[in-house]
DNA sequence: GTAGGAGTAAACACAG
DNA sequence: CCTGTGTTTACTCCTA
């Protein structure tokens, strides 16, 4: 609840805004979160008061109190399963609350307040990764501090309670003793359960030598998932009757923690585990004497920290030193359900970057092997990647802590034993990636036709993650339109189509509802049918070509880094021309299908052959010499002649009556089967 | 530096 | 009156 009232004032913040606006917007969150976070983060992570408070409350309240915090770390661990874990396949389910909750933390997770848009495209993907994983790094030190927090705060009750428990019945104080080893027990399993969905999902890579500090207290890599029903089964799942716990565990703390430190690691290996035992013998195994900042190698500096400012996800509060800002950090970033909810959204949005930098990868690669090149670099696309979001896949993808973490800084993969890997987003081929702004430079709009090769290619990714499709309304409302058979639709009906199509327009909607009606008005080639049914929108292609001749977007100096970055002197002149012009999308794309390519230059007879047929004339056009255009277009094509084919054709027919023969791309066999209205807003 | 495309926000009108 | 639909204007950002 409080992630969407969070997302809300953060959404009000158009993407589109990146200045005034996401600042202004990031305030307002920030504000909205503080103030929750004043409000709430007292009750959720007021952990420390409550142990601090020990005197004032009574042993009942207390063990209250505490299993509350418990339940709530459930809950949110659930909630976790339920949303972070599934796979983007699975996606629909949870996408309202993804759709809802992803922004936000993509928002949150630049410091310079950059929108995710623009993240994933100002950043190359090393860097995107690296921040990626430092974000993660941090909200997992959260997390693990918040933990220690409580064991602490459940030992101190103990001996609290132990001290009390002198002048109290013996009974009395072994029930109490037994619910507070509950309680402790409950947050050994939640923590290492927490954990280990962050491991399952990539998060942590639980490498013996890179754990730090708090890291080490938790299950080591010998923790699989398989384990999980083990942990529950053996002991004590908070769902199971307490007399099962009160069983299992019994008195003797110390077996109890021995049980969950051989679950933490193997019993051989024992690790340096720091298995302490306080005197009342309360196991200590997880609350390794507050190294939290052993992450902090650097004194005077913290991840988290910079610029004087907390770089939290939305929190721009200024600090005036370390010291203030730590103790900032603990008070208002605690593990409430927002910050939780930070954290786990920031799963998502690694699991589908991640998904997208193996897709992109899988690409590259498949375009290299076609031309013959072999990756100067070796590293990262080298690195075959499942590309399937299946936990095993994610958790090998797995963020190396030590990598990003250690001294705070960003660690861009230098060796090819790097454990990340840079890769690019499938659906968001470089165009998207580069293009600047978060909504801005579409490439579509030069390729409208490859829109619909993009939308094909990488439909279900759209469909399923948080991503701004790189293509501008005015082509996805024409393509919404085109895929149609009649070739029109109503404003809802459009409506549908960007929601069904794409999982970031769930979100938002008013606004780029607003972006969608604003377009159909402003733009000329989008003509208001009155129909049986109402009004329609129908597109006139000709107005549509005839638009400004489309201009060499796709950032050419970053689709030129990029270039650069991979074997670039493999790359001859003329498919450098073409990697620059196109930007990408065409490359690997199934089809130029452009309304200008071969086929459609010669049926389309648009009165703008000449003029700037979107796709192909601009390509020829905006870029030096190189390709002619009927080159690139034939060389393009040659391959992908059979789709092109296909969806050349829909511009064809300019306004005219559908052609519902031909209007069959691949999408639409796809969509039609989709229930219009499953719109989320 | 400027022009134009694009996205966003907002105001307004109108119809159901 | 509310909501959805359309239109329009203003502003900002970005690229050529």
């Avoid at 941090?138 to 705060?153: A, F, N, P, S, T």
């Avoid at 499942?386 to 990598?403: E, L, Q």
């Avoid at 159909?520 to 597109?539: M, Q």
Wanted: glycine share 8%; net charge negative.
């Amino acid at each position: 609840m409080m992630v969407e009232s969070a997302s809300e004032t953060i959404r009000s913040a158009p993407a589109g805004q990146n200045g005034v606006g996401s600042i202004s917007g990031q305030a307002d969150g920030g504000g909205g979160a503080g103030a929750a976070g004043a409000g709430g983060g007292g009750a959720g992570r007021d952990p420390a008061a409550g142990a601090d408070s020990n005197g004032e409350m009574s042993p009942a309240e207390l063990l209250h109190f505490q299993q509350q915090q418990a339940l709530q770390v459930a809950r949110q661990l659930l909630l976790q399963q339920a949303s972070g874990l599934s796979s983007p396949g699975n996606n629909d389910s949870k996408q309202s609350a993804s759709a809802v909750q992803v922004p936000v933390s993509v928002a949150m997770m630049s410091p310079q307040m950059l929108t995710p848009q623009q993240m994933q495209q100002i950043l190359s993907p090393p860097q995107l990764q690296a921040l990626l994983q430092q974000q993660q790094a941090l909200m997992l030190q959260q997390l693990q501090e918040y933990y220690k927090k409580q064991q602490e705060q459940l030992h101190l009750q103990l001996l609290t309670q132990q001290q009390a428990g002198k002048q109290q019945p013996k009974e009395a104080l072994g029930n109490k003793q037994l619910a507070f080893q509950q309680q402790l027990l409950q947050m050994q399993q939640l923590q290492q359960q927490h954990l280990l969905n962050l491991q399952r999902q990539g998060l942590v890579s639980l490498q013996p030598s890179q754990a730090s500090g708090p890291l080490q207290t938790l299950p080591q890599a010998a923790v699989c998932p398989t384990d999980l029903p083990q942990l529950w089964k053996g002991e004590g799942a908070p769902g199971q009757p307490a007399e099962d716990s009160v069983k299992q565990e019994g008195l003797d703390l110390t077996g109890s923690a021995t049980t969950a430190t051989s679950f933490a690691a193997p019993p051989k290996v024992s690790p340096p585990l720091s298995h302490h035992t306080l005197p009342n013998g309360q196991p200590t195994v997880l609350t390794p004497r507050r190294d939290s900042s052993s992450h902090e190698e650097t004194p005077g500096s913290h991840p988290l920290y910079g610029h004087g400012e907390c770089k939290w996800p939305g929190c721009e509060t200024l600090c005036e030193d370390l010291g203030q800002f730590i103790k900032h950090l603990n008070t208002e970033h605690a593990l409430d359900d927002r910050s939780t909810a930070q954290c786990r959204v920031q799963m998502q949005v690694v699991q589908q970057l991640e998904i997208q930098l193996a897709k992109e990868s899988e690409r590259l690669q498949a375009m290299m092997a076609h031309l013959h090149m072999r990756p100067s670099e070796p590293k990262p696309f080298s690195q075959p990647l499942n590309p399937v979001p299946g936990s095993s896949s994610f958790s090998k993808v797995t963020v190396s802590a030590a990598d990003s973490f250690p001294d705070g800084l960003v660690h861009p993969p230098t060796s090819a034993a790097a454990p990340v890997t840079p890769l690019r987003p499938p659906g968001l081929s470089s165009a998207s990636l580069h293009s600047g702004g978060p909504a801005r430079r579409r490439s579509s709009d030069k390729f409208c036709s490859p829109i619909s090769s993009e939308l094909a290619q990488n439909h279900e990714f759209y469909k399923n993650a948080d991503v701004r499709p790189p293509f501008t309304y005015a082509s996805l409302i024409r393509q919404a339109i085109l895929e149609t058979p009649d070739r029109q639709l109503t404003l809802n009906e459009i409506y549908n189509w960007f929601t069904r199509m794409f999982a970031y327009f769930r979100r938002n909607t008013a606004t780029w509802k607003n972006a969608v009606r604003h377009n159909l008005s402003l733009h000329k080639c989008f003509v208001r049918v009155e129909n049986v049914k109402g009004a329609v929108w129908t597109v006139d292609e000709r107005e549509y070509q005839k638009r400004r001749p489309p201009k060499m977007t796709g950032s050419p100096t970053l689709v030129k880094n990029m270039i650069s970055g991979l074997s670039y002197g493999a790359l001859n002149a003329s498919y450098q021309a073409a990697l620059a012009e196109s930007s990408f999308p065409l490359l690997n794309s199934p089809g130029m299908l452009n309304p200008g390519s071969a086929s459609s230059l010669l049926p389309l007879s648009h009165d703008e052959v000449g003029a700037p047929v979107e796709p192909l004339p601009s390509n020829g056009s905006s870029s030096p010499p190189r390709l002619s255009p009927s080159q690139y277009s034939h060389q393009v094509q040659v391959k992908e002649e059979p789709a092109e084919a296909e969806e050349d054709r829909r511009p064809g027919p300019p306004l005219g009556p559908p052609n519902p023969s031909t209007a069959g791309p691949p999408e639409d066999r796809d969509l039609e089967e989709e229930l219009p209205g499953e719109e989320l807003s």
